[in-house]
Each structure stands twice: as structure tokens, then as C-alpha cells.
């Protein structure tokens, strides 16, 4: 693995069903985020974490949960999806949270019907 | 609020030079950043500031004017690849990245 990765590319789930959007970054950063990309929208944050057993709501959290049990990994999951979650979904660190060069995963494109 | 705001779209001619301006207004700030996103792609960065004045690196000259709330991103020569998204971003006082919705950039040859 060199730098961050996320899976799966792209997924397409029906409403109501729990999903879980994996991701890792080999790069030993403290920070963590996850953000979702919709058309004319800037990149809103969805959770993160600063440190490795830490996590924090962004701007929209809801319908969404995070846990970071190790510095590597920061899944991402929808417990119950609604078509509104239909959106490409990134993941990003940073070496830590006072800094915020942030490095992105290839991103996660999701659909919900 | 935090607001962020930069054009939605420019067009540019291959060789040419462009200015993609950025105003923001957040709760406090920590530096400001500039990313390209290629359509389909994650975000790479490009240029940060944190003190006023010119930053420059190769083709690519970022501003910064904190008193203003203001920032450019300067492209030189540009070059077909250069068509792209160009994102601005915030470090507010919470140390949170605040985005701006991205500036498509079309060039033509």
C-alpha cells in the first residue's frame, strides 16, 4: 500500500441497507477525515478523527458513524442508506490535525436507490 | 457563518495566464490552501499560505491578503492538463478545513 486507499470504487445499494466504506492510509498520519463531494458543493466533512481512538462530527453526520481502533484504518459507515447519500465519498489525512496538508483516497462512488 | 467563495467556472486559452480568486470569511484562520481535482479524481495539492504576500512554485503563484480575506491562485503557460477544478480551502480557528465549491477551469486551444 503507498499512501491511501479506499474501497470499494464504486457501489450501488439499495435503500435501507448498511454499508461500510473502508479506509486505510499506510502513512502513519494522526488525522483522519471523511468528506462527501455532490455536484456544486464543496467538500463537506461527514467525521473525523485527530487521533487514533478519537472521532468528531463535521458539517453533516448525520445518518453516518466512524471508529478509528488503530492509526491505519477509519471506516466509514451507513447504517440505514437514503438516496440523498448518494454521493463520492472521500477519505483524506494529515500528518496531524494542527496542519491540515491533506492527502485523499481515490474516493468511493455511491449510489443509493 | 464561514463562507468561501470563488467563481464557478473560467475559461482560459492554452499559453495563456489565468487568476482563480478565492474570498473567504471564517471563524478565525490558520493558513489556506489550494488543491486540483481532475474530473473523477481525488483533490492533490497544490500551494499553502499562512503569512500575506506571493508564494510560487513553478507555473503555479499563490496570494494571500489576510486583512482582505483573499486569495489567487496565478497559472502560468497554461497547458491542456491544467483543465481541472481548483479548490480553495480554509484552516479556521478550530484548525477544521472550511471548502469553497471549486472553480472549473476549461482551457482551449
Known amino acids: 500500500i503507498a499512501g491511501i486507499t479506499q474501497a470499494p470504487t464504486s457501489q450501488i445499494l439499495a435503500a435501507g441497507r448498511r454499508m461500510t466504506l473502508r479506509c486505510t492510509q499506510d502513512?502513519?498520519?494522526?488525522?483522519m477525515y471523511w468528506y462527501r463531494q455532490d455536484l456544486g458543493l464543496g467538500l463537506r466533512l461527514i467525521h473525523y478523527?485527530?487521533?487514533?481512538?478519537?472521532?468528531g462530527k463535521g458539517e453533516v453526520p448525520d445518518g453516518y458513524s466512524v471508529s478509528r481502533a488503530n492509526t491505519d484504518d477509519f471506516p466509514l459507515t451507513l447504517a440505514s442508506a437514503v438516496p440523498s447519500q448518494t454521493s463520492v465519498y472521500f477519505c483524506?489525512?494529515?500528518?496531524?490535525?494542527?496542519?491540515?496538508?491533506?492527502?485523499f483516497g481515490p474516493g468511493t462512488r455511491l449510489t443509493v436507490l | 457563518g464561514q463562507n468561501i467563495d470563488q467563481p464557478t467556472e473560467m475559461t482560459a486559452t492554452e499559453g495563456a495566464i489565468v487568476q482563480i480568486n478565492c474570498t473567504y470569511q471564517t471563524s478565525g484562520f490558520n493558513g489556506l490552501f489550494w488543491y486540483q481535482q481532475h474530473a473523477g479524481e481525488a483533490p492533490t495539492f497544490l500551494s499553502y499560505?499562512?503569512l500575506d504576500g506571493l508564494e510560487e512554485k513553478g507555473r503555479f503563484s499563490s496570494f494571500l491578503s489576510r486583512s482582505k480575506g483573499y486569495s489567487y491562485l496565478l497559472l502560468k503557460e497554461l497547458q491542456m492538463k491544467d483543465s481541472a477544478s481548483y479548490l480553495c480551502?480554509?484552516?479556521?480557528?478550530?484548525?477544521?478545513?472550511?471548502w469553497g465549491a471549486g472553480t472549473k477551469l476549461i482551457i482551449k486551444p
Open positions: 478523527s485527530n487521533t487514533a481512538g478519537t472521532t
Open positions: 499560505n499562512v
Open positions: 483524506a489525512s494529515s500528518l496531524d490535525s494542527s496542519y491540515n496538508e491533506q492527502f
Open positions: 502513512m502513519r498520519h494522526n488525522a
Open positions: 480551502a480554509v484552516t479556521d480557528s478550530n484548525y477544521q478545513l472550511i
